[in-house]
């Protein structure tokens, strides 16, 4: 009986380990929001997101807080530290404009 709730402890260590590797590889950037100013601790954010979210946390004058970027199936998700206010998230969301995919288009149109 011990070794068999020694053997589902491991697992379940093993099974804590896996997702929380899981969960740190699906982070894509990590920015820092701090009096007023916005700093990419990890990943390569957009610029232009990164300028718009200093610019909206001056607005509304965000003392801290923290901005993730994590993988989905459905594209990058927005999540925000709980000391970043509830007022400033839609704003925040307001200035992510997700990458494009990388494929085809863009270019000049084939012609004959």
């Known amino acids: 009986m011990t070794a068999l709730l020694a053997l589902?402890?491991?697992?379940?260590?093993?099974?804590?380990?896996?997702?929380?590797?899981?969960?740190?590889?699906?982070?894509r950037f990590v920015i820092d929001l701090n009096d007023g100013r916005a700093r990419v601790l990890r990943g390569d954010p957009p610029s232009?997101?990164?300028r718009g979210c200093s610019d909206v946390a001056r607005l509304y004058r965000v003392r801290r807080g923290r901005i993730?970027?994590?993988r989905t199936a459905g594209g990058i998700e927005l999540r925000f530290s709980r000391d970043l206010p509830e007022r400033a998230h839609q704003p925040l969301r307001n200035v992510w404009v997700p990458p494009g995919?990388?494929?085809?288009?863009?270019g000049r149109a084939a012609g004959g």
């Open 48 to 50: 232009a997101f990164v």
């Open 68 to 70: 993730v970027g994590v």
């Open 101 to 106: 995919s990388g494929g085809p288009g863009g």
């Open 8 to 27: 589902i402890g491991v697992l379940l260590a093993m099974a804590a380990v896996f997702a929380v590797f899981l969960m740190h590889v699906r982070v």
